[in-house]
């Protein structure tokens, strides 16, 4: 590097490039070389911009339709992404002992749950309406001996016993069983139709006489003749 020198004469003063160099880099290091530059937050947000950008930049360039059908691919991801999640409800909780249990408090009568589920309904809470008459149909059933008082049995599992001895209403029962499971761990929402049609079929189970299961004959004795 040759610089003019400030003599008489203006002999040129040759520098060495690196000496040059590195006194060019302590010279624009200084603090007042760099008041106005950006703070690391907005470098790093600078920097992330443009990785979106350029990220943006690429799949447009590979898509069909460029920027266009980048944005119609997107919505209809989103729209199958909305689909599927109204489609299966939000996301059923991680079982645990009793997580399905359908009855969460402590012991009441049928004719306790009853009020609770009229009360609801009252309101417009159809969830909770379609929850209290579907212990209140279980709760019936085990005080007529129907079904056996079990901690932890699930909806499902008490329509299944009582449809055994309420054929009539087996189906009915697993229908109702199923609209249960869905407002408490499906996310769905309930309406009342839905609850109506468990207030009829707990009306129908109280005036239905169960039919008892045939008794096996014990090994090596007939039936006696008529």
Do not use: C
């Not at 060019?24 to 007042?32: I, V």
């Not at 249990?101 to 309904?121: D, V, W, Y």
Request: glycine share 8%; no cysteine; charged share 25%.
């Amino acid at each position: 590097m040759t610089v003019t020198g400030g003599t008489t004469g203006d002999v040129p003063v040759d520098i060495p490039r690196v000496p040059a160099q590195e006194a060019a880099e302590r010279e624009l290091s200084k603090p007042m070389y760099h008041e106005n530059d950006p703070n690391l937050l907005q470098r790093g947000l600078d920097r992330f911009w443009d990785w979106i950008g350029r990220l943006f930049d690429s799949a447009a360039g590979a898509t069909p339709g460029g920027v266009v059908g980048l944005v119609a691919i997107v919505m209809v991801v989103l729209a199958l992404i909305g689909a599927l999640w109204w489609r299966l409800g939000t996301p059923r909780r991680s079982p645990s002992t009793g997580a399905d249990s359908l009855f969460e408090e402590g012991p009441r009568t049928a004719a306790e749950h009853r009020i609770a589920a009229a009360r609801h309904a009252s309101a417009g809470q159809w969830n909770q309406a379609v929850q209290e008459r579907m212990r209140a149909i279980v709760r019936s059933l085990e005080e007529r001996t129907l079904l056996d008082p079990r901690p932890g049995r699930t909806a499902d599992e008490a329509a299944a016993e009582a449809g055994r001895h309420l054929p009539a209403h087996a189906d009915a029962l697993r229908t109702a069983a199923r609209a249960f499971d869905d407002v408490t761990y499906g996310g769905r929402t309930a309406d009342e139709p839905a609850y109506r049609r468990i207030e009829e079929l707990d009306t129908a189970l109280e005036r239905t006489k169960p039919t008892l299961e045939p008794a096996t004959a014990a090994p090596g004795f007939a039936a006696a003749p008529r």
